[in-house]
């Protein structure tokens, strides 16, 4: 791969890749602003519960509260992954994701298996429940798929800061090397 006219290799530009991008934006909505909207949300409908016997029971629960703060730091890691640096970040983040995810079924599981409490729990706590349960297929594809792309060659050159371009020619000289 030649080289552009004026341009020398400790010039070239260190690019984010698309799929770094859309892995970044889908954990830092699935893991950073849900539970933060999640808090939000019960705390408003709490506030009306007040005014209101149709919501009542809408209460934030210690797993929100914990969830909550656990996206508040998840989206500050995806941040600093945004920009490159600390250079580790995406082992980081692979590790913080995962225990993220395992919280998360645990929480799901528990809503599935535990019967609602007819008493205590309102439209909002019912509407909750339907949430944890519907959010199983994404927290299986955002980490999966998370997890595959910062592990890939784009996204390891973009963390070590080395033009993709390079990689490509050390690549295409080590196949030429085997043939």
């Known amino acids: 791969m030649a080289q552009q006219p004026g341009r020398s290799a400790q010039t070239e530009r260190v690019v984010r890749p698309l799929g770094l991008s859309i892995a970044l934006i889908g954990t830092a909505l699935l893991y950073g602003v849900a539970p933060l909207l999640e808090v939000y949300f019960v705390r408003r409908l709490s506030m009306t519960a007040e005014e209101s016997f149709v919501l ?5 629960g210690q797993w929100a509260w914990i ?3 656990v996206g508040g730091v998840l989206l500050v890691l995806c941040i ?6 600390p250079r580790r970040i995406q082992h980081v983040l692979i590790g913080v994701i995962l225990a993220v ?10 809503a599935a298996v535990s019967p ?7 439209l909002a706590q019912s509407a909750l429940r339907s949430w944890l349960v519907c959010q199983a297929p994404a927290l299986i594809l ?13 996204a390891r050159a ?6 993709l371009s ?3 020619r050390r690549w295409s000289a080590s196949e030429g090397a085997e043939q």
Do not use: C, H, M, S
């Not at 955002?142 to 784009?154: D, E, G, H, Q, S």
């Not at 973009?158 to 033009?163: K, L, Q």
């Open 56 to 60: 009542g029971g809408a209460d934030v």
């Open 67 to 69: 969830e909550a703060g």
């Open 116 to 122: 609602a409490n007819p008493v205590y729990d309102g």
């Open 158 to 163: 973009f963390y070590a800061r080395v033009p």
């Open 142 to 154: 955002i980490p999966l798929y998370t997890t595959w792309y910062l592990n890939r060659a784009p």
């Open 80 to 85: 600093l992954a945004w920009w490159g640096r």
């Open 101 to 110: 995810t395992a919280v998360n079924f645990y929480r799901i599981i528990d």
């Open 166 to 168: 390079r990689v490509r």
